[in-house]
T-cell receptor
Framework: NAGVTQTPKFRVLKTGQSMTLLCAQD?????MYWYRQDPGMGLRLIHY???????AKGEVPDGYNVSRLKKQNFLLGLESAAPSQTSVYFC???????????FGSGTQLSVL | RKEVEQDPGPFNVPEGATVAFNCTYS??????FFWYRQDCRKEPKLLMS???SGNEDGRFTAQLNRASQYISLLIRDSKLSDSATYLC??????????FGTGTRLKVLA
């Protein structure tokens, strides 16, 4: 009964370092999303995917890349981290019947 | 103007009180509406969808006013466990979900 699993939960990076956030869902959902949440702002869409092998840009895609090689996994990459990418990142998958979004538990990322 | 606007609060209410939040949206083409609940440092979770005719789920009632472009959430008989941030979410089409910044509720004993 895992739902959406997101790793890691916390990470501290130095400016210029790279990392990958992993999102895995076991609900056979086609649609998956990556959001970031910053104080005083709503969740903002970074990238999304409507199925295996497809990805698309969201509202704030700069500095991020994604891949969806397998239906259950959606990876978010930061090639060269910047302090402006300090945020809480949430992955979500979607039940397209009722539009319900299922979120992972989040990743707190700090870039120094 | 933000696409989705909410009063950040906090709304401090005693146990047993009734409290209501509003959320306004700017895109008249918006099609779907939701309330999500987010506990401190946790992920958002769907509380309820909002239907045109209004809908109720236990102590929670959601309403949509398309003419004035707002949705509301009413919580009756507030419990301590209702303390959380309530996020308004509006969709103008597939993949495009706009989140409000949330309204913080604190229910006091």
């Amino acid at each position: 009964n895992a739902g959406v699993t997101q790793t890691p939960k916390f990470r501290v990076l130095k400016t210029g370092q790279s990392m990958t956030l992993l999102c895995a869902q076991d609900m056979n959902h086609e649609y998956m999303y990556w959001y970031r949440q910053d104080p005083g702002m709503g969740l903002r869409l970074i990238h999304y995917s409507v199925g295996e092998g497809t990805t698309a840009k969201g509202e704030v895609p700069d500095g991020y890349n994604v891949s969806r090689l397998k239906k259950q996994n959606f990876l978010l990459g930061l090639e060269s981290a910047a302090p402006s990418q300090t945020s809480v990142y949430f992955c979500a998958s979607q039940d397209t019947i009722n539009e319900k979004l299922f979120f992972g538990s989040g990743t707190q990322l700090s870039v120094l | 103007r933000k696409e989705v606007e909410q009063d950040p609060g906090p709304f401090n209410v005693p146990e047993g009180a009734t409290v209501a939040f509003n959320c306004t949206y700017s895109n008249s083409a918006s099609q779907s509406f939701f309330w999500y609940r987010q506990d401190c440092r946790k992920e958002p979770k769907l509380l309820m969808s909002v239907y045109s005719s209004g809908n109720e789920d236990g102590r929670f009632t959601a309403q949509l006013n398309r003419a004035s472009q707002y949705i509301s959430l009413l919580i009756r008989d507030s419990k301590l466990s209702d303390s959380a941030t309530y996020l308004c979410v509006v969709s103008a089409g597939t993949y495009k979900y706009i989140f409000g910044t949330g309204t913080r509720l604190k229910v006091l004993a």
